[in-house]
């Protein structure tokens, strides 16, 4: 018998805190909140004695596709070369964004995840002095990754659960630095036109960053899209944020990347940390970047469902937030409790009164 065989895990003991030295934390670290993210079908089923197999999750805005063809061939080849360290500047996978979306590999910033940007871009340009610009009912991370810069979060008021551009320039002040939008807006899916955000950039001070969280990007209409890449070239104070989670089907290996000026894409970059991408993130996101035919299947499974769902609501007299992401806000009337009357039947959605939102419910389009 191994050592091992026979252990037994002691019986869980509570720790008592030990003040004196939580409070070498600044407060701003101490008073926040964590982020909760959906729950796992995992959870649910050990919960609740189900079969893991039976639960719906619609919580993630996940692909429901799975994962692209290409990026999973791609995995396959990798896993017999993982004793090495991935290539810490992400070379390659730099190479093939500049190539498929025409900028250069100085403009690149690669991230775990679209939401290691948005940390790092905090990082570097927030601090205790500063203010950071967000809307009411946007992605909570936004206020989350102001304060553990010590930064004070300024929450715009919102118009019909999206952003108010004219209200968000109105929140800017001398001491601004950022301004987080999200568009489509997580967790209201709601858009702004591409003529009035690019006009709201316009109005922005040069000397305050806007990050552009596109997470979401694929999922929108071409109709719809801007042209948020060529305003790379007349904002140098514009950070673009995109992921390869949602529309590649990537969400557990966690590879976003972000494109700004090269100055401050070189500043972004001296705070990222070293092999902050696996290597086998690396391989799938470059190989899933030209899988077109994937993501075109996923945009169309997402318009379709999303007609099939708001014609149900529609029949049924519930309403809904018009949404150009891969997921619907629901009113259901009491949130929290249409959200665990739905975890007994092994569907999970995800309340957002955390949100001002108590009413709302949103889940993915398309199971």
């Known amino acids: 018998m191994r050592p ?47 079969d893991p197999a039976k639960i719906i999750k619609l919580a993630s805005n996940e692909n429901p596709l799975g994962v692209s063809p290409l990026a999973m061939r791609a995995i396959e080849a990798t896993l017999s070369d993982l004793a090495r360290y991935p290539d810490g500047n992400g070379f390659e996978l ?42 009411k009912h946007a992605f909570a991370i936004y206020q989350l990754e102001i304060q553990y810069t010590g930064a004070k979060g300024v929450e715009a008021p919102a118009r019909n659960f999206g952003h108010d551009v004219d209200a968000m320039l109105a929140a800017i002040t001398p001491r601004t630095r950022m301004v987080f939008i ?17 006009e709201f950039l316009g109005k922005v001070p040069r000397n305050v960053m806007v990050l552009l969280d596109e997470a979401y990007n694929e999922y929108i209409p071409q109709d719809l899209k801007n042209d948020s890449l060529a305003w790379l070239n007349e904002f140098p104070n514009l950070i673009l944020t995109r992921t390869f989670s949602k529309a590649y089907g990537l969400a557990g290996l966690r590879v976003g990347y972000a494109f700004a000026h090269p100055d401050v894409a070189d500043i972004m970059n001296r705070v990222r940390q070293p092999f902050n991408v696996n290597s086998i993130s690396l391989a799938a996101a470059e190989a899933g970047l030209f899988d077109h035919d994937f993501v075109r299947r996923s945009y169309e499974l997402n ?26 806000s629901i009113n259901v009337g009491d949130g929290a409790a249409v959200f665990q009357r739905l975890l007994q039947r092994g569907v999970i959605v995800r309340p957002i009164g955390a949100y001002a939102m108590p009413e709302y419910q949103i889940g993915r389009a398309h199971v």
Not at 114 to 124: F, Q, T, V
Request: include cysteine; aromatic fraction near 6%.
């Open 4 to 50: 091992h065989d026979s252990f037994t895990m002691p019986p869980t003991q509570s720790v008592a805190r030990v003040p004196d030295v939580c409070d070498l934390a600044p407060s701003y670290i101490r008073s926040i909140a964590p982020y909760q993210p959906g729950k796992p079908i995992s959870e649910l089923a050990r919960e609740l004695n189900l």
């Open 303 to 328: 318009q379709t469902g999303m007609v099939q769902l708001t014609a149900g609501l529609k029949k049924l007299g519930v309403a809904w937030l018009p949404s150009a992401g891969n997921f619907l």
């Open 182 to 198: 999200a568009n489509p807006n997580n967790p209201t899916g709601t858009l702004i036109p591409a003529p009035e955000l690019h």
């Open 94 to 135: 730099k190479q093939a964004l500049a190539k498929r979306y025409g900028v250069d590999t100085s403009q690149v910033v690669l991230g775990n995840g679209s939401n290691d940007l948005l940390n790092i871009a905090a990082r570097c340009f927030l601090t205790p002095s500063c203010e950071a610009v967000y809307s």
